[in-house]
């Protein structure tokens, strides 16, 4: 008996990379353990092959905490286990790793596509190279994936070129590289065929999309061949960096029934010299021009932020002015990060640094707003008619079903006696707090 069990961090460009780690699991006849299997279930047999992989997260101190967290963890819940600890966490510290007693393999992010030939071999050899080669996006086999799920990730980009200030990406994931069209194009009819219903393009720098092809391409020309094609139901596009968020592919999803009426976007500052200091690209009065633009040609469409807190210097007024910025904008859902200095980035050496408590107080303000923010929106909602995906029944509740809508509202139906992964017509009855919204089918 094979089997595997597998703990994520981090964003969706890791969870795409795991699904793929999974799907080449599966094919090579391991199954899959729900992580709260109890572990003596499959190791009564001393023959048995169990393999813990943990993919890891370091965009903050935080994110860092909780991979070490979770290693720790799984060599508790699984000590006859081969653990393997792969990731952006295992690319840039990896000595903070081998300090964990009960680690198995350490393969960084760089190498990560090399995880299931290391299970197979059985081999705990590490890498020979003596400088970090970047591989191409990993390869996926969507028709090898789970074929329960209604809305898959598909990496289409990997690596980052901005080199923001506070940012480790770059160094946890090298620079910017595109999945080919065609190969992008392939996977979606994968995913058509093994039966998803949505499908989330994600990426790094995702608006850096085929700029290092040859020949060079763009994220709208990619977009504009997958709407004409008609491939998936429904196209979701994962955060995309202000200045590359252009006017043509928001006329595009406004015009198109197949993408999403979602767009994530990075706002990190709402004071022009904090914007600076960061490195980004844009300035406070651009986003706003942005993001207004969004809601006049697209009303309802969800429009989520991501909110830096605390960065160094941000000073009571360059707060405001973010504080300020946010509340004046139709947003609908906020990202809030406290700032925390990563080492081998410019801004962990910068002066002026904002106390704990001030950052604290300042990313409670801003998740205060944040949730206000979406309870207007849900409730703007009320009396409308959508369409929703739904995604199945909710855990013990018999009759009730969750989806989401176009706009990545969450959608509850109670007394529901349909199936799942199916799209359904539905009147949105009531706010259900920040949970969602309660729909009744039509």
């Known amino acids: 008996m094979k089997h595997f069990v597998v703990k994520t961090l981090g964003c969706r460009v890791n969870q795409s990379e795991t699904e793929t780690i999974c799907a080449s699991l599966r094919k090579e006849g391991y199954s899959e353990l729900e992580a709260e299997t109890d572990p003596s279930e499959f190791e009564t047999d001393a023959g048995s092959k169990t393999v813990c992989i943990i993919n890891t997260c370091t965009v903050t101190e935080k994110a860092s905490m909780q991979s070490r967290q979770a290693i720790r963890k799984a060599i508790r819940a699984y000590p006859r286990a081969r653990i393997i600890v792969t990731g952006c966490y295992a690319q840039t510290q990896p000595d903070e790793i081998r300090q964990i007693k009960g680690v198995h393999d350490i393969i960084p992010q760089a190498e990560k596509g090399r995880v299931v030939s290391a299970i197979l071999s059985n081999s705990t050899a590490p890498s020979r190279r003596t400088e970090t080669v970047w591989s191409d996006t990993l390869s996926f086999a ?30 946890a994931r090298g620079r910017s590289r595109s999945m080919p069209e065609a190969q992008v194009l ?87 010299a904090v914007l600076k200091k960061m490195g980004r690209t844009y300035s406070r009065s651009f986003f706003a021009d942005l993001v207004h633009g969004i809601h006049d040609k697209i009303p ?17 007024s360059a707060f405001k002015s973010t504080f300020d910025l946010v509340e004046s904008l139709p947003v609908t859902y906020l990202h809030v990060f406290p700032f925390s200095p990563r080492k081998k980035t ?54 009730t079903f969750k989806g989401r809508t176009s706009n990545y509202v969450p959608v509850f139906l109670d007394n529901y006696s349909g199936e799942g992964n199916r799209f359904v017509s539905v009147k949105i009855e009531k706010r259900i707090g920040d949970r ?7």
């Open 346 to 399: 410019p801004a962990f050496n910068m002066p002026n640094k904002v106390p704990q408590q001030s950052i604290k107080s300042r990313a409670a303000q801003i998740r205060a707003l944040g949730v206000k923010k979406r309870r207007v929106f849900y409730d703007s909602l009320v009396g409308g008619k959508t369409e929703v995906l739904l995604e199945g029944a909710v855990g013990n509740s018999p009759g």
């Open 186 to 272: 392939s996977n979606l009819h994968g995913f058509q065929r093994a039966g998803y219903n949505e499908v989330v393009l994600s990426g790094i720098h995702l608006g850096n999309y085929g700029l290092d092809l040859n020949p060079k391409t763009s994220l709208i020309a990619l977009l504009r061949q997958i709407d004409s094609l008609g491939i998936i139901n429904r196209i979701r596009l994962s955060s995309i960096e202000p200045a590359e968020l252009s006017d043509e592919i928001v006329t595009l999803v406004a015009g198109s029934n197949r993408f999403c009426r979602h767009f994530h976007i990075p706002l990190q500052s709402g004071d022009n």
């Open 300 to 316: 309802d469409a969800a429009i989520g932020m991501d909110v830096l807190v605390g960065f160094p210097g941000e000073t009571d």
């Open 436 to 442: 969602g919204v309660l729909a009744s089918p039509i």
């Open 142 to 171: 969507p028709e090898d994936n789970r074929g329960t799920r209604t809305r898959a990730v598909l990496k289409i980009q990997d690596g980052c070129n901005a080199y923001c200030t506070y940012c480790i990406v770059p160094r």
